[in-house]
DNA sequence: TAGATTGTTAATCGATTAACAATC
DNA sequence: TAGATTGTTAATCGATTAACAATC
């Protein structure tokens, strides 16, 4: 149990190491080396093996990483080696978009419960699931078991259903809101808001008029 | 023109500070230090005013940051205070979502054109938006001058369609499908693949049987 | 004036990369 | 054995934070 204190950076390129990893599967390859890796990502190979480094020693000298064996163990480092339940708040169109997404999806993140308030969406059902009412997300998330929550309202009452889903105990909220949320420190929060992500695309544009290649060099 | 290079975290962090500062403007504040900002989003006031002094001298000393005005300086750097128009390609849920959230947002960023290949799809409208085939797609973008591409397609088609933009020459994409995608270098690509978002908060759960504060201080 | 807060330099901290012994 | 590639230490690079003079 080294447990050195894993940065934030390491964490989010897990996800990315297990979504090229199962291409691989798919193309049959069976091992991989850090380099073939980094080519893939545009990532430095001894940070690869730094960043799997840190949970264990999951490859062999001069071969490199048996793929499927990588991928599993990934799952365990990532916890997606067990089920993990999600309950989504908000069954707009970005609610729809997600949990079909997911039904598709072979990680064991499984959204199960799927709630709104608004009357015309209670009852309703959106992939085999009924769309509840917010009365019944803390009873529901107890039930079964739920860890994570998704937030697809919009922004005004993007807080609220947070507070619902500390007290109903989840332990990390996926926030779709284009807002600033606050929730105690143990419970981890990250925003998926994509208006801020086309406004830092639109920094690396060029305004018009100036020329593209001013000491642009690296 | 000091132009220091501006490292991509600080980018990613502007469109942070504009939320909140919109925020005051509703609220009719007029003023905010970096103190107070710090407090809103966890930051240190130091990193603030740092990154905002990349960019110039917003700032008064002893008082703060006119609201308003730092809202028009974070426009200018991250070069919203023009109209930048965006395409998006895949007419499902999530393209609909998109296109939706975008009519109300007050960013001067705009959907302008929808494309899809599904025959089901070509000619239906989303937003006053007619759904267009792949086929107009370099036209569209050359006639309407779309500068950002978003890609809401399955991830087996997400590669396609990021060919289809580069060669209709936007200078940026904003990737929704789980595949990693190549695209040249002047191209800006950025993902917003929401399996890794929820991936990475699973790494954060507290795996069943084990003690939540083990050395957790900091 | 006294208090507050910026912009900026210097110090610290942490993350990435290079290098290489170990070994398949 | 020779070639390849890991795991890891040390070196580098870059980002965050502290501190403070300038000044509103």
């Known amino acids: 149990m080294k447990q050195t204190k894993i940065s934030e950076a390491v964490v989010r390129r897990l996800p990315?190491?297990?979504?090229?990893?199962?291409?691989?599967?798919?193309?049959?390859?069976?091992?991989?080396?850090s380099q073939d890796l980094g080519n893939k990502l545009d990532l430095n190979p001894a940070q690869i093996r730094k960043d799997l480094a840190y949970f264990g020693e999951f490859g062999r000298k001069g071969v490199g990483y048996d793929v499927v064996y990588l991928i599993e163990k990934i799952r365990q480092i990532l916890k997606v080696d067990q089920t993990i339940k999600v309950a989504l708040v908000g069954a707009g169109n970005l609610g729809h978009?997600?949990?079909?997404?997911?039904?598709?999806s072979k990680d064991n993140m499984q959204i199960t419960?799927?709630?709104?308030d608004h009357p015309s969406k209670i009852g309703t059902s959106i992939n085999n699931l009924t769309v509840l009412p917010m009365s019944e997300l803390v009873a529901t998330v107890a039930e079964q078991k739920i860890r994570i929550g998704i937030i697809t309202v919009p922004a005004i009452e993007a807080q609220n259903v947070a507070n619902q889903f500390v007290e109903a105990g989840v332990e990390g909220i996926l926030n779709f809101a284009p807002a600033i949320l606050r929730?105690?420190?143990?419970?981890?929060?990250?925003?998926?808001?994509?208006?801020?992500?086309?406004?830092s695309i639109a920094y690396y544009?060029?305004?018009?008029?100036?020329?593209q290649d001013e000491s642009d060099l690296d």
């Open 16 to 33: 990315v190491y297990l979504q090229v990893l199962n291409e691989m599967v798919n193309r049959e390859i069976q091992t991989i080396s």
């Open 97 to 104: 978009a997600l949990c079909n997404y997911n039904k598709y």
């Open 113 to 116: 419960a799927v709630f709104d």
């Open 183 to 199: 929730v105690p420190d143990e419970v981890r929060i990250q925003n998926a808001d994509f208006t801020r992500e086309l406004l």
């Open 205 to 211: 544009l060029v305004r018009e008029g100036e020329s």
